[in-house]
């Protein structure tokens, strides 16, 4: 009976010891399986980021060819433009020989008709030498058009009998206010609507829709703007067409880029300037993919608590108020990036030494109180203090018209992210190209590219390499004190 137990005993035990095996060799397999799943959704996972990356890289390359495109296109629309004005130039020379007749260059054209509307109170019919106002008669500039003289334009012969308007424009006078209203600004709308350009700006924009909103929104902000109908027309389109090409928005609500009137008083002339908005620069350097992070902000009255330059650590205190936080005094501006990969950037300015970067590179700024020199003499310009105290005449409102004055908090934020982008960050070529045309007087040469030309003011808001000119240093054409915001779809 006893060696009948061990046996049992001896038998059971190589049962426990089997099925012991068994589940282990069961438990190893489970654990295969798994790993070899897990393995298998890395794969997928890596799998679909590339994928993912690669649909990303042939969004880029068809953006790059769009913007290859428009560059070839407006190449094109430079050539023919130039090509136009060595015809005109034939023609002028041909007057010219005649010995009667000499040629002034493009001017901007306009019309107007002898209503209250059109003139005002001078209004009676005649025009400032006396002759009646009426078809055949044209008003100029007489610094420019001595009065007298015979005006041919595409052919057409008119008496420049008439005043009221400043440097290379010509206003034509018409009958019926109707046809001034259709008229328009004769110089752009024709240039516009030409084949050809219309042709081109399809090819550029690609979205047919999208191409009639462009042209409707800019030819309408031309036609309802006096001081944007003076500028020459292929500067507005190269600044516009720019714009598109960086797929930024005109709206002054999204605040990405303006079309800024621009006086070139060498040429008595107004041109456009392309100014990149700081929410733009904002758009681009995001689309780069390589930044987590990218803000600016004011810093407010009691919301700086530790800055420390050399290692960048600072300490806000944020007013959570609103409201209350838009009615406190601000005392500098803060901007901060961080790539994808960790590494971040921030840098801090006072109000004062942003007050100072303004004063030295903008022409159109001054911190301390100064005098400008006016047609009906000298006119005193009060410091910054006394225009945030609006410690002025009303008047003298003109003299206060550059972003400096009207938006300081956003031209600030505009040179934070300069400063911080072009020393720190990683630049897209988009970023490149809005950077090298900030607010500049934009050409087209005969390669496509676009180039700033000589008349145009220096850039608000620079990086401060050695050698950079002040404004004390810059040529005596300062720009037009009038600068107005325009967004060419907000009509």
């Not at 040429?267 to 758009?283: C, D, H, P, T």
């Not at 840098?347 to 022409?363: F, G, L, P, T, V």
């Not at 007087?441 to 180039?451: Q, Y």
Request: proline share 4%; glycine share 8%; net charge negative.
């Amino acid at each position: 009976m006893t060696s009948m137990t061990e046996r049992q005993q001896k038998y059971m035990l190589r049962s426990e010891t089997a099925r012991c095996q068994r589940a282990a060799a069961g438990l190893f397999a489970l654990s295969l399986l798994a790993n070899l799943s897990t393995c298998g959704a890395h794969e997928l996972d890596r799998q679909a980021w590339a994928e993912r990356e690669a649909g990303y890289q042939t969004k880029i390359t068809q953006a790059e060819q769009v913007r290859d495109q428009a560059v070839q296109e407006l190449g094109a629309l430079a050539l023919a433009s130039a090509q136009e004005r060595e015809g005109r130039a034939a023609q002028a020379a041909a007057y010219e020989a005649i010995g009667t007749y000499q040629y002034i260059g493009e001017c901007a054209i306009t019309a107007y008709c002898p209503c209250g509307e059109c003139c005002g109170r001078w209004a009676d019919g005649l025009t400032s030498t006396g002759l009646p106002a009426g078809p055949g008669v044209v008003a100029v500039d007489p610094e420019i058009i001595p009065l007298g003289s015979t005006v041919i334009i595409d052919g057409q012969r008119y008496l420049a009998a008439d005043t009221g308007v400043k440097g290379k424009h010509v206003d034509v006078c018409m009958m019926e206010h109707a046809a001034t209203v259709e008229a328009g600004v004769v110089s752009f709308s024709m240039m516009i609507n030409k084949p050809g350009y219309q042709a081109m700006i399809n090819r550029t924009i690609q979205d047919p829709a999208r191409a009639r909103r462009f042209i409707s929104a800019i030819t309408s902000a031309v036609s309802i703007n006096p001081t944007l109908q003076e500028c020459t027309p292929h500067t507005i389109l190269s600044g516009a067409l720019l714009g598109e090409s960086l797929n930024l928005s005109p709206s002054p609500q999204l605040g990405q880029y303006y079309l800024v009137p621009f006086e070139n008083r060498k040429e008595g002339i107004k041109n456009a300037q392309f100014v990149l908005g700081y929410k733009g620069m904002i758009q681009l350097a995001l689309r780069s993919g390589q930044y987590k992070r990218l803000n600016v902000l004011a810093v407010k009255e009691g919301e700086l608590l530790h800055w420390n330059p050399m290692t960048e650590e600072i300490n806000l205190q944020l007013i959570s108020d609103d409201a209350l936080r838009e009615q406190t005094a601000t005392i500098g501006y803060l901007a901060f990036f961080e790539y994808l990969n960790g590494f971040q950037k921030t840098i801090y300015w006072s109000k004062e030494k942003m007050i100072a970067h303004a004063d030295r590179y903008s022409a159109a700024f001054s911190r301390e109180a100064t005098t400008v020199k006016t047609k009906n003499g000298p006119v005193t310009k009060v410091s910054f203090v006394d225009y945030e105290a609006h410690n002025y005449p009303a008047k003298d409102e003109w003299m206060y018209s550059s972003f400096w004055y009207k938006d300081f908090d956003g031209m600030a934020h505009k040179t934070m992210l300069r400063q911080l982008i072009s020393k720190w960050g990683i630049m897209s070529i988009d970023l490149h190209t809005a950077f090298a045309n900030d607010d500049a007087v934009l050409n087209v040469n005969d390669s496509g590219e676009f180039i700033r030309t000589e008349e145009a003011r220096p850039p608000a808001a620079l990086p401060e390499p050695d050698g950079e000119l002040d404004k004390h240093q810059e040529a005596s054409d300062s720009p037009a004190q009038s600068e107005m915001q325009i967004g060419l779809d907000d009509v």
